[in-house]
């Protein structure tokens, strides 16, 4: 097989064989194949589509670069959640104790923040002593006794789409659908998980800005990972307003702190609470949309799903301590209070523009290589819908010194759009595909 046939091929719009994307995949992975015949491939394929068979085979490929993890001697059903990310999503952090503490297990390897979006591993590692590199034999003990783990990827889960990612970063090839699924499930199949929920945010502060786009990525990838063998189930949720009140590290770990004993925000309680339900139901434990309902609501009650989140962090190397009296480390930080600049009524912050201030606040990275400020972040204490006068309290800001606060406060007013009328309340779960259709959420 020759790379310069295959990409002439893929560019005259022929479709490759399982075997013919596995010698190009495998051959950039090891280094046989050069960056700019891959980056050939990959621009042919985003202007000529892949087929259904050739998106499959992509992420086979990519998917067995790595290690595949088989949890199989581990009972019961093992069940994670994705999200492709979003400003102030820190769901991931309350569903994954809740959802163990109600019984199912939750492997869960998620990733950095880039851009306006954070990251999930940030954030725990905003837990003092908080650690999210482990060896897999630990992954799989700590899954097996307390039902849940949390860590970030590791060099050995597919290689393949390291080398990918960062090369479609750099020829333009980042947005097309099927290489944004390859990308995703290639990792998330290779965690063990039996079943899968996705959360595909939709939005201005979303990867996929359009309800469209958001829509075809999440039927595309459910298909994807249901080829795989994988029960799969997406929601489709609105990113244009940030998810809760805070957005960057430890303020977020503070709110999910308050989600967990039963004071969460109601539009981060209503995501989590709706995707837990579907993975109680994925992992067997309850019957109806009500009882896995019933399930959630009394482990926060009971404080189970609390304790779950201590005993995880405990386990981990992080301070219990800190998780029990978050305000302790107030000390630590500075906090500046942000005025209204004019009287209205908040139409919308966008999410893009928090995301953003966050960034250049240091709670956010611009490049991979950039390091995080734990104690910084946002937080709006008004919503869409409040009526402001001009000096009102809008936000909070927090962070480790205030180097960076005179230079994030325009960036994070820029959110702010008011109007005259009260926006009307949507919610923020907008649609489910399951089973091959849209049903009301
Ligand atoms: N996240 C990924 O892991 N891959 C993509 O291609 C896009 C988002």
């Known amino acids: 097989m020759n ?10 719009g022929g479709a490759l064989s399982r075997e013919e994307i596995s010698f190009l995949v495998k051959g950039y992975t090891d280094g ?26 992509l992420t086979e490929t990519m998917l067995h670069s790595g290690e595949v993890l088989d949890l199989s001697e581990i009972p019961g059903i093992k069940v994670d959640k994705h999200s492709t990310g979003g400003v102030g999503d820190k769901i991931s952090i309350v569903l994954a104790p809740l959802v163990a503490a109600c019984g199912v297990k939750v492997p869960m390897i998620s990733g950095r923040g880039l851009g306006h979006t954070g990251g999930t591993l940030d954030k725990l590692e905003s837990i003092p002593g908080f650690q999210t590199t482990v060896s897999t034999a630990v992954y799989r003990k700590q899954l097996a006794e307390i039902g849940v783990v949390m860590i970030g990827q590791t060099k050995d889960i597919a290689p393949a789409d390291k080398k990918m990612y960062a090369l479609r970063d750099a020829t333009g090839t980042v947005e097309y659908i099927p290489f944004i699924a390859a990308s995703i499930l290639s990792k998330k199949l290779a965690e063990g998980a039996d079943a899968l929920v996705l959360d595909v945010k939709c939005g201005s502060g979303a990867m996929m800005q359009s309800e469209q786009d958001a829509r075809v990525l999440a039927e595309t990838m459910t298909r994807l990972a249901e080829s795989f063998g994988t029960p ?24 999910c702190i308050d989600c967990l004993h039963g004071n969460g925000p109601d539009d981060v309680m209503e995501v989590t609470i709706a995707l837990a339900v579907e993975m109680l139901l994925a992992g067997k434990v309850a019957s109806s949309q009500e009882e896995a309902k019933e399930l959630c609501n009394s482990a926060i009650s009971s404080g189970r799903a609390f304790e779950k989140f201590v005993e995880m962090v405990e386990v981990q190397g992080g301070s ?57 972040g946002i937080i709006l204490t008004v919503k869409p819908g409040d009526t402001v006068q001009i000096g009102e309290s809008i936000a909070l800001i927090q962070a480790s010194t205030n180097a960076h606060i005179e230079r994030t406060i325009p960036v994070m007013m820029a959110a702010f759009k008011f109007d005259e009328e009260t926006p009307k309340e949507g919610s923020r779960l907008l649609s489910k595909y399951q089973n091959g259709r849209w049903v009301n959420p």
């Open 320 to 376: 219990a301590q800190a998780i029990r009296d978050p305000a302790s480390r107030n000390e630590n930080r500075v906090e500046v209070v942000v005025h209204a600049s004019q009287s209205g009524v908040i139409k919308w912050i966008d999410s893009r523009d928090i995301g953003r201030a966050s960034v250049v606040l240091g709670a956010g990275r611009a490049t991979k290589e950039d390091s995080v400020d734990p104690l910084a």
């Open 232 to 255: 799969t189930t997406a929601f489709l949720t609105d990113m244009n307003n940030p998810l809760g009140h805070a957005t960057g590290n430890w303020p977020e770990i503070v709110e």
């Open 32 to 57: 046989s194949i050069p960056d700019y015949q891959m980056a050939a491939f990959m621009m042919a394929s985003f202007l000529q589509g892949l087929s259904e068979s050739e998106m499959v085979s």
């Open 3 to 12: 790379a310069i046939d295959l990409i002439i091929q893929k560019r005259n």
